[in-house]
């Protein structure tokens, strides 16, 4: 028992210190952010951010794991950023969504979060002057999501960066048991991610689509006989029982969310670029429009069509490659791929996510 008493006396001393050290670390944070508005710099630095995570992640000598180094100090920095000025992040909802979680990931959970219930509207309340959102582009099983896309080609705003989730499903309810379950409610491509283990643990169920995991878990809190397919995250969010967990047929489902802003980062060394463009419809345009992206030796990781709107049958492209635009090499190479294309834009660029 004396023994106990000590070792808490010393964690109350090294709580003391933290503290201390914590506010020495804001005062100086509200340095940074008035020399920031003197200088018009942009208050959020994703790409800093970023940097001072790997070294953190780098120096650490444990006993703690990287996780929580990048946990513990996302913490620190997202609350002491919501001194410099108050953050808010719409995402795709409503609460409780993957697109929620994607959002606490990147910006940690000192700013405020709105959550809005159409992709459109988010893009909308960007264009009226919202700053930062957060939305889906594609899921590793079921492809890009093609809304997101469209708006992207019209949109003013710019890709600060990327999130990655890894996207586990659960079943859950406010029933206690799987046997009183008839209906199953979830969003189309998570009804269809679950499609194997429906099949041998519900086969008699209804499958209702709605227009996001979240909005099934809402569902279901009021609906008896029911349940949805969404996160142990929404679970918590609305106070339902998780009647399996995993039911996923793959572990390898991912999804990749992208972070809107006004400011485009600057380079880390490990970034990533977006343009979106289209080409004549012409033997080889396509190929003009790329083969700089290898001359340059640009690594490119995605490359998706969609039907340009008002234009039966005329596409326009997606792609990502690795690299910045302030790279003497992206610039050049982006440079000769603009005079292959009727129309171009760069969508941004942005630190590429190596899971932070
Ligand atoms: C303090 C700064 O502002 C923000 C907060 C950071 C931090 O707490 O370390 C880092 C980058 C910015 O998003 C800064 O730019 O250095």
């Given at each position: 028992m004396r023994e106990l008493e000590e070792l808490r006396r010393e964690i109350d001393e090294l709580d003391r210190k933290l503290l201390e050290i914590i506010n020495k670390r804001a005062q100086i944070v509200l340095q940074i952010r008035n020399w920031k508005i003197k200088n018009n710099?942009?208050?959020?630095?994703p790409s800093r951010e970023k940097e001072l995570l790997e070294r953190l992640v780098k120096e650490n000598q444990g006993p703690l794991d990287e996780k929580a180094i990048i946990g513990i100090f996302k913490t620190i920095m997202s609350y002491l950023r919501a001194l410099e000025k108050d953050i808010e992040v719409l995402y795709?909802?409503?609460?409780?969504?993957f697109t929620h979680q994607a959002a606490v990931k990147f910006f940690g959970e000192g700013v405020k979060f709105k959550p809005l219930l159409l992709v459109e509207d988010i893009f909308k309340s960007l264009e009226e002057g919202s700053e930062y959102a957060v939305v889906p582009i594609e899921n590793?099983?079921?492809?890009?999501?093609g809304s997101t896309m469209d708006l992207l080609a019209v949109t003013?705003?710019?890709?600060?960066g990327e999130v990655y989730l890894d996207v586990r499903h659960s079943l859950i309810?406010?029933?206690?048991?799987?046997?009183?379950?008839k209906r199953v409610y979830s969003h189309p491509q998570a009804l269809a991610q679950c499609k194997r283990w429906l099949r041998q643990n519900l086969p008699n169920v209804q499958e209702i689509p709605t227009s996001s995991t979240s909005f099934a878990a809402k569902i279901v809190k009021e609906e008896k006989e029911s349940a949805a397919i969404a996160s142990n995250f929404a679970a918590e969010v609305f106070g339902l029982?998780?009647?399996?967990?995993?039911?996923?047929?793959?572990?390898n489902n991912k999804t990749r969310f992208l972070v809107l802003g006004k400011d485009i980062p600057k380079p880390t060394g490990k970034d990533k670029t977006s343009i979106i463009f289209s080409v004549k419809h012409q033997a080889g345009a396509l190929y003009r429009a790329l083969r700089p992206l290898h001359d340059f030796g640009l690594n490119m990781t995605l490359i998706q069509s969609r039907p340009v709107p008002a234009k039966p049958f005329e596409y326009r492209f997606f792609v990502d490659f690795q690299g910045?635009?302030?790279?003497e090499k992206v610039s050049q190479a982006l440079e000769r791929v603009k005079e292959e294309c009727i129309d171009f834009k760069i969508l941004g660029s942005y630190p590429e996510a190596n899971d932070f």
């Open positions: 710099y942009p208050i959020f630095d795709l909802g409503p609460e409780g969504s590793s099983l079921e492809g890009t999501v003013t705003k710019k890709v600060i309810s406010s029933e206690d048991s799987m046997n009183k379950v029982n998780i009647l399996a967990e995993n039911i996923q047929d793959s572990w910045h635009i302030w790279d």
